[in-house]
């Protein structure tokens, strides 16, 4: 069983950058795709970003593409998600999420990924 923490969150500008941590526990996420997803109040669960087990391979929501970088150190059990130029749109909260398989998924949704934290705010404006 994976337990997932995210952190790093907070209040920022436009234009601003923040990065997000998930750190896991309770299970090695060496073989396991990782992804971000992000909700606002009332709206679905919305894809970010994914990272396969290894790191070659990412794909991004057309939204954040060439804004957002999602990367893992798998020896520390942690993923990350750096948040370039951000925008009062990306205003959400967090979450980070793992599958139980190692490639990322085609279209990625809540579906695909069995393990997911609590959830860390991020807010952007001026």
């Known amino acids: 069983q994976m337990h997932l923490v995210e952190s790093g969150g907070g209040l920022v500008q436009p234009g601003d950058s923040l990065r997000l941590s998930c750190v896991a526990s309770g299970g090695a996420i060496t073989r396991s795709a990782m992804a971000w997803f992000r909700q606002t109040p009332g709206e679905a669960r919305e894809f970010v970003a994914t990272i396969s087990w290894g790191g070659s391979q990412t794909d991004y929501a057309d939204s954040v593409k060439g804004r957002f970088t999602t990367s893992r150190d798998n020896a520390e059990n942690t993923i990350f998600l750096q948040m370039d130029r951000l925008k009062p749109e990306d205003t959400a909260k967090y979450y980070c999420?793992?599958?139980?398989?190692?490639?990322?998924?085609?279209?990625?949704?809540?579906?695909?990924?069995?393990?997911w934290g609590q959830g860390t705010q991020v807010t952007v404006s001026s």
């Open positions: 999420a793992g599958a139980t398989f190692g490639i990322i998924p085609t279209n990625p949704t809540e579906s695909d990924f069995s393990y």
